[in-house]
């Protein structure tokens, strides 16, 4: 069995818009007024955080990307914007090389154990 030399990870999030201002087209109506306005950075800002953790554990073996499909020019046209809408899943998708692995948090040991499980 072969191994990859590099994991991808992508986040995929729709942190909360203002009412009515979701550009997924779902017309906001899962963007409740008790949603945290800094949701959306604090979950960027996590991706940060596990990009540096996974480098430092599989050092240059790992690249994670964050995308917020709200915002990225990529959005519309992503099926991950399409599941995140339909409210199938919890915010944010995490993938792994392309792979649908996590939904509704940014489990960083789960990721680190999955991560070194598919590196072998």
């Given at each position: 069995?072969?191994?990859?030399?590099?994991?991808e990870?992508?986040?995929?999030?729709?942190?909360?818009?203002?009412?009515?201002?979701?550009?997924?087209?779902?017309?906001?109506?899962?963007?409740?007024?008790?949603?945290?306005?800094?949701?959306?950075?604090?979950?960027?800002?996590?991706a940060?955080?596990?990009?540096?953790?996974?480098?430092?554990?599989?050092?240059?073996?790992?690249?994670?990307?964050?995308?917020?499909?709200?915002?990225?020019?990529?959005?519309?046209?992503?099926?991950?914007?399409?599941?995140?809408?339909?409210?199938?899943?919890?915010?944010?998708?995490v993938?792994?090389?392309?792979?649908?692995?996590?939904?509704?948090?940014?489990?960083?040991?789960?990721?680190?154990?999955?991560?070194?499980?598919?590196?072998?």
């Open positions: 069995m072969a191994f990859p030399d590099k994991i990870v992508i986040i995929y999030d729709a942190p909360a818009a203002r009412a009515g201002d979701c550009g997924c087209g779902c017309g906001g109506h899962h963007h409740g007024p008790g949603d945290d306005p800094l949701a959306g950075a604090n979950m960027e800002l996590q940060r955080a596990l990009a540096l953790t996974l480098e430092t554990a599989f050092p240059g073996r790992v690249q994670v990307e964050y995308i917020n499909v709200l915002k990225d020019p990529r959005g519309a046209s992503l099926p991950q914007t399409a599941l995140l809408c339909s409210l199938a899943y919890p915010t944010p998708l993938y792994l090389n392309g792979q649908g692995r996590f939904a509704g948090a940014l489990p960083v040991e789960r990721i680190r154990e999955e991560i070194g499980k598919i590196l072998g």
